[in-house]
């Protein structure tokens, strides 16, 4: 029988033997091959491998692991690293620093893992290089170097992600956002909300956002931005959030709340964006195919949550936020129908939203020369007015 399936499978006779010859060989061909399996293993799968390997290691053969360090996986490194650390401790600090200097990208975030355990006055020597590879094009790497980082207090680097929430760069700006959620610099929210206001990936940025603040937490603080952020997050799903975010993120409770107790124009966009979206989910069974089933069951309670409030209820209060000002106003103009209520948009400031104006006008078949002669006198952006020519 596949050793993979017998350390995963139910059976404490096969999965002890097969985990205590993984750790005592070590049998790193054995542990490549369960990292590979990482996509296809539930989380608890991988939760009670990780439990098995500990439990498999003892003061005899724990240095072993520091072989499996070539083959990276989220779900073993903490587990390895307090094994190591747990028999090691700061004895075995040299040599793991040595594998952080001349490893490859796989072992440093290993390493650095186990330094996240290290009391942080033994680390002092390598925060500048800590600040390197926190950069990384190597995700995990760069993850883990930033939360020592933060655990160290390095407030040079925290300074420097803040400063490139400026960056004319939107990428630089995204990053800059990634260390600082990843920091746990909860101090940094505004700012963070203020560049997704601002930014083309406001989506992604979004995503971030609950990493650093649990949206019930960000609505009960501030409503109107914590409702922009998940108006952004349900837009983005499932295209950059997957749809199992609606158990991550509670979405069942707080739609519920807002409509029955927090029912205003900006939480009313979002329960009008989420009840289209949702209800496209469940309409096509691809976005749906690789879900687990309790995602499944609570995408479609959700739907049907969403099907029971009263949609002209909602669109009354969504044209209070159809103003150049507005932070939900790209939102509110999908659900418009009237035509007037699009032309007088097109006096706006905002020459991104006079082109989305133009675009649901042709949309609807209503767009004219006078729409686009009017759009025309309040566009100065030369590749915007290029598209309102075509449109």
Do not use: W
């Not at 020597?125 to 160290?152: H, Q, T, Y």
């Amino acid at each position: 029988m596949d050793l993979i399936k017998k350390l995963t499978g139910k059976n404490p006779d096969e999965y002890e033997k097969v985990a205590k010859l993984l750790v005592d060989t070590p049998d790193v061909n054995l542990f490549a091959k369960l990292v590979k399996q990482d996509d296809f293993l539930f989380d608890f799968v991988k939760h009670n491998v990780s439990n098995r390997i500990r439990c498999a290691c003892n003061n005899e053969n724990y240095l072993n692991l520091l072989n499996f360090f070539e083959y990276y996986s989220p779900s073993y490194d903490s587990m390895m690293a307090e094994v190591l650390y747990q028999y090691g401790g700061l004895e075995l600090l040299p040599a793991v620093k040595e594998i952080f200097l001349n490893g490859s990208d796989s072992q440093k975030a290993y390493a650095v893992k186990f330094f996240s355990l290290v009391p942080k006055e033994y680390l002092e020597d390598l925060i500048p290089l800590l600040r390197d590879s926190a950069k990384s094009g190597f995700e995990p790497l760069a993850v883990n170097s930033i939360e020592v980082l933060s655990k160290v207090g390095d407030e040079f680097s925290k300074k420097q992600a803040i400063e490139k929430l400026q960056s004319v760069d939107e990428f630089e700006q995204y990053n800059a956002v990634k260390f600082l959620v990843t920091y746990q610099a909860k101090d940094t929210l505004s700012q963070i909300i203020e560049v997704m206001k601002k930014s083309t990936l406001s989506e992604n940025i979004a995503s971030e956002i609950p990493y650093l603040i649990s949206v019930d937490e960000l609505i009960n603080q501030d409503l109107d931005n914590g409702v922009l952020v998940l108006s952004h997050i349900v837009n983005a799903i499932p295209e950059i959030i997957p749809p199992s975010a609606a158990i991550d993120y509670n979405l069942y409770n707080i739609f519920e709340k807002l409509y029955l107790e927090n029912l205003t124009s900006t939480s009313a966009i979002l329960l009008r964006l989420a009840k289209e979206k949702f209800a496209e989910l469940t309409a096509n069974e691809e976005y749906l195919f690789d879900c687990d089933k309790n995602t499944k069951d609570e995408v479609f309670a959700i739907n049907s949550l969403l099907n029971g409030v009263n949609k002209q209820k909602l669109d009354s209060l969504l044209y209070e936020e159809l103003y150049d000002g507005s932070d939900f106003v790209f939102f509110a103009v999908d659900f418009v129908d009237e035509i007037e209520e699009l032309e007088a948009l097109l006096d706006s400031s905002n020459q991104t939203l006079i082109l989305k104006v133009l675009t649901l006008l042709k949309e609807k078949e209503a767009l004219n020369d006078a729409h686009k002669e009017l759009a025309m006198n309040n566009i100065t952006s030369s590749d915007i007015r290029e598209v309102v020519k075509v449109l």
